[in-house]
C-alpha cells in the first residue's frame, strides 16, 4: 500500500517538476541579456609557452620558452575586392640549442577579385591547401618546404602555421562542382633562415601547375580530382573522396599517383629511379553520442622506404641518413611506407569548455611510434593548454631519431 | 491567363476552400513552418547563450545565409562563427547530411557526420531551421491549453509528427501550435525509444521579413533540464543566395555582408 502510495505521488510529481523546469528556464531567458556580437575582420592573439624536454638517452631536462604573436585580416575593401592577410612572429628561447631565432612566417598576403558571385581570381601568397585525410595529405602538393618553424606536431598547428606560395589562381563555380587552376612561378632559389624573409625561396623554388576539379556524383558523393605538375617532376594525378557510412562515421580516402623518382633518389640526388609511385592516406572518423571523434588512418608513401631499404639506410653512413631525414622533413613526407594515424578529440570533456586531443603516430615499418596528448580549457578569450609528447622506438628509427624523448609544454592564449 | 496559370489559381481555391472546411493537421504544421522559415533566401544573426545549473557558461554568435532545397524543400545554410573571437571567422556549410567546417586560418574543409559537433551549441540549429512538414506525418492529437514562452494559457493544437524517413534527427516530437494562427508554441523532440531529447519554447514574436516571427528559442536538454540554451535571431535581411555558394567549394570564398 505504502509503495502503491509513493508511485502515485511520484506520477503526481513528475508533470510538475519537468513544468518547474521549463519555468525556471524561461526565467533564465527572461534575465539573458546578450545580444549578438558584430563580427570582425580580424583575429589577433598572443602566445606564451613554456617547455620541458628530456633527450634520447640519459641526460637532463632542457628548459625553453616562446612567445608567439598570430594575426589574421580578411577584408572587402571594394565591392568585389577581398584583402587576406595573415602573419606570424615566433621567438624562442632553448637551452642547448645553438643559434635561438626568432622566426616571422609571412603565411598568406593576396587580393581576390569576384567578378561574379561564380568567378574568382586570387594573386598573392596563398595556402592552397588539399586534402581530406587528417594525418597525412598526399594530394596537399603545396607542402613542400612551407615549414618555417614547428611549434605543435598536432596537425592542425602544422597545417596552419605554413607558409603559402605566390601563385596566380583563378576559380569557376557551377550548381554542382567547380574548377580551380593556379600557376605559381619560380621565384627564389633556396630557403633563408633571415627573421623576416617572406622565404620564397623555400616555397617558389621551380614553377608549378595545378588543376583542381569537384563535380557532385549523387547527393553523398562529391570526389575531387586533382592533376599537378611543375619543372622537373611528371603530372601528379590525385584523389580526395569522401562518405558518410552512417549517422556517426565518415569515411574518406586521398589518393596520389604519378611518375615519380623514389624519395631516397631525390634526397641524396642519386640517378632517377623514375616509377610509377602511388600515395594513399584513408581513415574513418566516428563520433560517440557523447562527442568523442576518434578517427583511425592507414598512410601509405609509394617514395618511402620499405623494411629493408630503411634498415639499410639507418646502417649505412650517417650523413646519407641525416640528409635523408632532413630532405624529407621539410617535403613533410614520411621516410617509410607504411604508417597508422590515431586521433581523438573530445569536446567538453566532463567539465564544459575543457578539451581532449590525444594522437598516436606508428611506423609500421620499424615499429616506433609517437603519442601526443593535449588538456585545453577555455574561457571566452584566453586559452590554457599542457601538451605532453612521447616520442619511442629504436635508434634511428621514424620516431626513435627525434631528439627529443620526453617533451612537456604549457601553453596560454590570449585573443585580442 | 495561360493553362498554367489557370490550372495554379483553381489549385489554390481549391486548397484553401477544403483549408477552410478543416485544416488539416499537415496544412497547419505547413502553416507553422512559414512562421519560423522566411520564404525567400535570407539572411540573420544568431546569438546564443547557455546555461548549466542557472549559470552562464557559454556564448556564441553566428550568422546565417539559408535558402531552401527547390526539391526537398529543406534549408540550406551557410553558417559563420562571429564569436567568441578563438572561432571567428570559421564556417559550416549544411545541406541535409552533408555537413562540412571550414577554418580559414589552416585552410581545412572537414566533412562532419550529423554526429559531430565541432562547435558548441549550433547543433540546436535544426531545432530551428528546417522544415517539419516537409520531413513529418502530422496527427493532430488534442485541442488544448498550454502554457507558452511567457507562461500565458495558450489554446492550442497539439500535433504527433511522426517522421517519414529515417535518416531525421528526431524519431517523433510534440508540437504545439497556436490555434488561432498556427504559430509555433513549444515542441518536444524524441529518440525512438520515446527519450526526450530536447524541449523548445518559441517567443519574443515580432514582425520580421513580412511577419510576426518567433525571434527567440528556449531550448530545454531532455537528459539534463538544467542544461539551457537561449537563441536569440536578429538583423533579419533578404539575401541572395545563389546555388553555386552552397557546395565545399565555396566555403573559403564566402563572406557575409
Keep these: 500500500m505504502r509503495a502503491l502510495l509513493a508511485l502515485l505521488l511520484l506520477a503526481a510529481a513528475m508533470p510538475a517538476s519537468a513544468d518547474d523546469a521549463d519555468d525556471a528556464a524561461l526565467l533564465l531567458a527572461d534575465k539573458t541579456a546578450t545580444s549578438a556580437e558584430q563580427g570582425k575582420d580580424w583575429r589577433v592573439y598572443v602566445e606564451a609557452a613554456a617547455r620541458e624536454s628530456r633527450r634520447q638517452g640519459p641526460g637532463l631536462a632542457l628548459h625553453g620558452a616562446r612567445l608567439s604573436l598570430d594575426a589574421r585580416l580578411d577584408t572587402n575593401f571594394a565591392p568585389g575586392w577581398r584583402a587576406v592577410f595573415a602573419d606570424r612572429l615566433d621567438m624562442s628561447r632553448m637551452d642547448g640549442v645553438s643559434g635561438n631565432r626568432d622566426i616571422n612566417t609571412l603565411k598568406e598576403a593576396y587580393l581576390s577579385w569576384q567578378l561574379q558571385p561564380d568567378r574568382v581570381a586570387d594573386l598573392g601568397r596563398i595556402n592552397a591547401r588539399s586534402g581530406v585525410a587528417l594525418g597525412y595529405n598526399p594530394t596537399d602538393y603545396f607542402r613542400a618546404g612551407a615549414l618555417r618553424t614547428v611549434v605543435s606536431l598536432d596537425p592542425a598547428s602544422l597545417r596552419e602555421n605554413r607558409l603559402g606560395s605566390a601563385m596566380l589562381r583563378g576559380q569557376t563555380l557551377w550548381t554542382s562542382g567547380s574548377l580551380t587552376a593556379l600557376y605559381s612561378p619560380r621565384l627564389g632559389h633556396q630557403p633563408s633562415d633571415s627573421t623576416f624573409s617572406p622565404d620564397l625561396g623555400a616555397t617558389n623554388q621551380r614553377a608549378r601547375w595545378q588543376l583542381a576539379l569537384s563535380q557532385k556524383l549523387s547527393d553523398a558523393l562529391t570526389p575531387q580530382w586533382l592533376l599537378s605538375g611543375g619543372a622537373g617532376q611528371s603530372p601528379q594525378l590525385g584523389l580526395n573522396v569522401t562518405a558518410l557510412p552512417n549517422d556517426a562515421t565518415v569515411a574518406y580516402l586521398e589518393w596520389s599517383g604519378g611518375r615519380a623518382a623514389s624519395l631516397l633518389s631525390q634526397a641524396l640526388m642519386r640517378p632517377d629511379d623514375a616509377a610509377f609511385r602511388s600515395r594513399l592516406s584513408t581513415g574513418l572518423t566516428y563520433t560517440t553520442p557523447g562527442n568523442i571523434s576518434l578517427t583511425a588512418e592507414y598512410q601509405y608513401n609509394g617514395g618511402g622506404l620499405n623494411r629493408s631499404a630503411w634498415e639499410a639506410l639507418r646502417r649505412g653512413p650517417p650523413p646519407a641518413y641525416a640528409l635523408y631525414r632532413s630532405v624529407l622533413a621539410s617535403l613533410q613526407d614520411s621516410p617509410t611506407r607504411d604508417n597508422v594515424f590515431l586521433y581523438a578529440v573530445w569536446q567538453d570533456a566532463l567539465v564544459k569548455r575543457l578539451d581532449l586531443t590525444a594522437m598516436v603516430r606508428y611506423d609500421v615499418v620499424d615499429h616506433s611510434r609517437l603519442q601526443w596528448l593535449e588538456v585545453r580549457y577555455h574561457w571566452s578569450r584566453v586559452d590554457l593548454a599542457l601538451q605532453s609528447q612521447l616520442n619511442n622506438g629504436i635508434p634511428g628509427s621514424n620516431f626513435g631519431a627525434l631528439p627529443e624523448r620526453r617533451l612537456w609544454q604549457a601553453l596560454l592564449r590570449y585573443f585580442f | 491567363m495561360n493553362l498554367e496559370r489557370l490550372i495554379a489559381g483553381l489549385g489554390l481555391v481549391l486548397a484553401a476552400s477544403v483549408a477552410a472546411a478543416a485544416p488539416s493537421a499537415q496544412a497547419i504544421l505547413a502553416a507553422s513552418d512559414a512562421i519560423r522559415n522566411p520564404d525567400k533566401p535570407f539572411a540573420l544573426t544568431v546569438a546564443l547563450v547557455e546555461y548549466r545549473n542557472s549559470k552562464q557558461v557559454d556564448s556564441s554568435t553566428l550568422s546565417v545565409y539559408s535558402k531552401a532545397d527547390a526539391n526537398s524543400g529543406q534549408f540550406r545554410s551557410l553558417i559563420r562563427f562571429v564569436a567568441p573571437a578563438r572561432d571567428a571567422n570559421k564556417l559550416m556549410l549544411k545541406s541535409g547530411n552533408d555537413l562540412w567546417f571550414f577554418d580559414p586560418s589552416s585552410k581545412a574543409s572537414i566533412r562532419l557526420s550529423p554526429q559531430q559537433r565541432l ?56 508540437m504545439w501550435l497556436d490555434a488561432t494562427n498556427s504559430r509555433p508554441v513549444k515542441a518536444r523532440f524524441y529518440t525512438e525509444s520515446g527519450q526526450l531529447l530536447k524541449t523548445a519554447y518559441y517567443r519574443r514574436y515580432q514582425l520580421q521579413l513580412g511577419m510576426e516571427r518567433p525571434t527567440e528559442t528556449v531550448i530545454i536538454d531532455g537528459l539534463d533540464p538544467n542544461w539551457v540554451t537561449v537563441m536569440r535571431f536578429g538583423d533579419y535581411a533578404w539575401r541572395e543566395v545563389p546555388e553555386v555558394w552552397l557546395q565545399r567549394d565555396y566555403l573559403p570564398r564566402f563572406k557575409p555582408e
Design chain 2, 119 to 174: 562547435l558548441g551549441q549550433a547543433a540546436n540549429g535544426d531545432v530551428v531551421t528546417v522544415n517539419l512538414a516537409k520531413d513529418y506525418q502530422a496527427q493532430l492529437a488534442a485541442e488544448e491549453s498550454v502554457l507558452d514562452g511567457d507562461r500565458q494559457n495558450r489554446h492550442c493544437y497539439k500535433l504527433a509528427l511522426a517522421a517519414v524517413s529515417a535518416d531525421v534527427t528526431y524519431h517523433h516530437i510534440e
